[in-house]
């Protein structure tokens, strides 16, 4: 059998499948010719158009044609439509011959490039042709055409992407959000601006496209999500040398076991904050078929509680359910998770020693525990975070900056002057709606406060520095637990250094974790804690109608203001008081709030702006002490715009 005839039959081949696909489109409501880059462009116009050259172009990013013209001789996949006798079938079964012979085809096509995606100006039947034979790539000369600079999060995207093709080369990822080429890149031990060797381009473009396969072997292929950005999440997990030592099989097991969190991560308002502690509705079969007698329970903490009182806060909660529920559970505790191996090794041992339930009570602990959940799915995880995108787990934490409210008003009635000092812990989520809340506590008593605000997360001695600068009432960070040692000895809370240089306790926050776990594990023993869909992540962020917060005040503190900070919390508790149900001006004079509305959680919780009677500001990531950066690296307010941490490399 010839070219020729060999061609003819494959196009009647083609053809088929471009039918086939436009009767789909046409029932799906789609459009079923090639997309057209003049009716996609902006009406505004484009910033410039740039010559990138010679280019082996991804062949499934080729997605449309630059003008109009015949769009109607193809399916939107380039499958030809036009009869086999037309003078296009002609042309076609000449390429594909051309293709089938000795020489190909080695004329490249001349293509538009636009958002990462391929407009073809001159080359449509040859597109049509290799695609037709499943080539991986067609050689192309290639313009760039720039959208106008926007803070649009898909051009800034772009932007980076410009930067990440100068040294790569590579068109196989297209982000759409901004921040996630330089989280590639750092799986990858390198960081924007590296030169790529050839063995790396190929290393990657292999490693990616065996990742793609087990995607779409997984995914449904209408869902809005993209292969590279659930590669982002797999690598969180694992190394990526892994992606060339998996079978096949086991790389589509490991993309299946995370599906659920990778459809969570890529929705922008997947994670639902529950800030009540209210009874799950548990119906009458679940309590039949879901209620247990027994459980067991672990608690798996960085260090030992020793050596940290946010651990023994944690163990006192730990203490609270086994007085709370007695034989109905076994609890063990396991210490020393300082690093991801020894934490993972640890919920490994708790896991194997047959722990139900397991409590990892710290941010940084969230890349094991969700390694654990995926690979234990009928374990319950939750770990001690907030605004965490991950269905498998749950997360949990305390609504602080309602007590912060009320030792504001404290610290306003008991400074003899206007000035109040803050000492904050991090720059997290929930930390500036607790300086806030102080700030506007303290206008509340003091109309005049001024909150000079200095970090502990910071190098320096800001209570020394305070008290040599004349301030006397300073908020410090919160009791971990309901001690009264933690107020006295003022290294907790707030406080006041009176004229004879003694420090006088006035009032704390405090965090009473075993109110969250007594919920916890109430809730799972009645039968309720249903496993989430996959389309939401859950995060428990309680208050004081919890108990999860409260405050403990001085003895020493005046009667009239003892009443105060007892009708608050009634207020604070019951909801009929709201810390920033008020007109709120930021230092940058911008009104947040004009005294109308309340905030939702969700803003409340993502605050990155402090209250006009502040003064400071809130640090930048590089400023940070590095025994912080864990932490904030978890639950910073900007940790979108940090880039991973170099963690693994080429081989």
């Known amino acids: 059998m010839d070219n020729i005839t060999m061609a003819t039959d494959e196009y009647i081949h083609a053809l088929h499948k471009g039918q086939k696909e436009y009767r789909e489109l046409l029932m799906a409501g789609k459009t079923p010719y090639p997309a057209v880059l003049d009716d996609i462009l902006p009406e505004g116009g484009t910033e410039s158009i740039v010559d990138v050259g010679l280019v082996e172009i991804p062949a499934e990013r080729i997605v449309g044609v630059k003008s109009a013209g015949r769009i109607t001789a193809f399916s939107a996949s380039f499958h030809p439509l036009l009869d086999s006798k037309s003078e296009f079938a002609i042309k076609w079964v000449n390429l594909c011959a051309a293709h089938l012979g000795d020489t190909g085809i080695t004329d490249p096509i001349l293509c538009y490039e636009y958002l990462g995606s391929f407009y073809v100006q001159e080359g449509n039947k040859r597109v049509s042709v290799l695609r037709h034979f499943g080539c991986p790539g067609i050689p192309g000369n290639v313009k760039r055409i720039l959208p106008p600079q926007s803070d649009d999060p898909r051009i800034r995207a772009y932007y980076e992407f410009i930067d990440?093709?100068?040294?790569?080369?590579?068109?196989?990822?297209?982000?759409?959000?901004?921040?996630?080429?330089?989280?590639?890149?750092?799986?990858?031990?390198?960081?924007?601006?590296?030169?790529?060797?050839?063995?790396?381009?190929r290393t990657f473009s292999a490693y990616f496209h065996y990742f793609r396969d087990a995607f779409f072997a997984v995914s449904a292929r209408d869902q809005d999500i993209l292969p590279e950005e659930a590669l982002l999440l797999w690598l969180e997990l694992y190394p990526f040398q892994d992606l060339g030592q998996l079978s096949a099989d086991l790389l589509k097991k490991s993309v299946a076991a995370l599906w659920k969190d990778i459809v969570t991560t890529t929705k922008g308002d997947a994670v639902k904050v529950e800030t009540k502690a209210a009874k799950e509705d548990v119906s009458f079969l679940s309590r039949f078929l879901d209620r247990?007698?027994?459980?067991?329970?672990?608690?798996?903490?960085?260090?030992?509680?020793?050596?940290?009182?946010?651990?023994?806060?944690?163990?006192n909660g730990r203490k609270h359910i086994e007085e709370v529920f007695g034989d109905r559970i076994q609890v063990r505790s396991y210490f020393g998770a300082s690093t991801p191996d020894l934490a993972e090794t640890l919920i490994e041992q708790a896991v194997a020693e047959g722990a139900q339930v397991i409590f990892t009570t710290a941010p940084p602990l969230i890349r094991a525990t969700l390694k654990a959940a995926v690979k234990y799915p009928k374990v319950r995880f939750l770990n001690c975070s907030v605004d965490k995108p991950y269905s498998s787990i749950r997360t949990y934490y305390g609504r602080i900056f309602e007590a912060k409210f009320i030792t504001g008003a404290v610290a306003g009635a008991m400074a003899g002057t206007d000035r109040i000092g803050y000492i904050a812990s991090y720059p997290i989520f929930g930390v500036p709606a607790s300086i806030n809340a102080f700030a506007l506590g303290a206008l509340l008593t003091n109309p005049r406060a001024q909150i000079e605000l200095r970090w502990s997360c910071l190098p320096g001695t800001p209570q020394a520095d305070f008290l040599a600068d004349g301030i006397r009432v300073i908020s410090n960070r919160d009791a971990p637990v309901q001690s009264k040692m933690y107020l006295d000895f003022c290294n907790y809370g707030t406080y006041l250094a009176n004229d004879r240089g003694e420090m006088v306790p006035l009032a704390t926050p405090i965090w009473s974790w075993g109110k969250f776990y007594e919920f916890a594990i109430r809730s799972i023993l009645i039968g309720g804690w249903k496993k989430e869909t996959g389309e939401t992540a859950l995060n428990y962020w309680l208050g004081m109608d919890s108990g999860v917060i409260d405050v403990t005040v001085s003895d020493k503190l005046p009667e009239g203001l003892r009443q105060l900070t007892a009708i608050l919390k009634r207020g604070l508790s019951d909801g009929s008081i709201d810390p920033f149900f008020r007109?709120?001006?930021?230092?940058?004079?911008?009104?947040?709030?004009?005294?109308?509305?309340?905030?939702?959680?969700?803003?409340?919780?993502?605050?990155?702006?402090?209250?006009?009677?502040?003064?400071?500001?809130?640090?930048?990531?590089?400023?940070?002490?590095?025994?912080?950066?864990?932490?904030?690296?978890?639950?910073?307010?900007?940790?979108?715009?940090?880039p991973a941490e170099k963690e693994t490399y080429f081989q």
């Open 164 to 201: 990440f093709y100068k040294t790569s080369k590579l068109y196989c990822v297209q982000f759409r959000r901004p921040g996630d080429y330089a989280k590639l890149l750092t799986h990858l031990g390198k960081k924007m601006g590296d030169p790529w060797t050839d063995a790396e381009k």
């Open 292 to 315: 247990t007698d027994f459980l067991t329970v672990a608690f798996v903490h960085q260090l030992q509680a020793s050596e940290s009182a946010w651990v023994m806060g944690h163990e």
């Open 583 to 642: 007109k709120i001006v930021a230092q940058d004079g911008s009104v947040k709030n004009d005294g109308t509305s309340h905030f939702t959680p969700s803003q409340v919780l993502h605050m990155d702006w402090l209250c006009g009677n502040i003064i400071g500001e809130i640090p930048a990531y590089e400023d940070i002490l590095p025994v912080s950066k864990a932490t904030v690296r978890e639950l910073g307010i900007y940790r979108d715009a940090l």
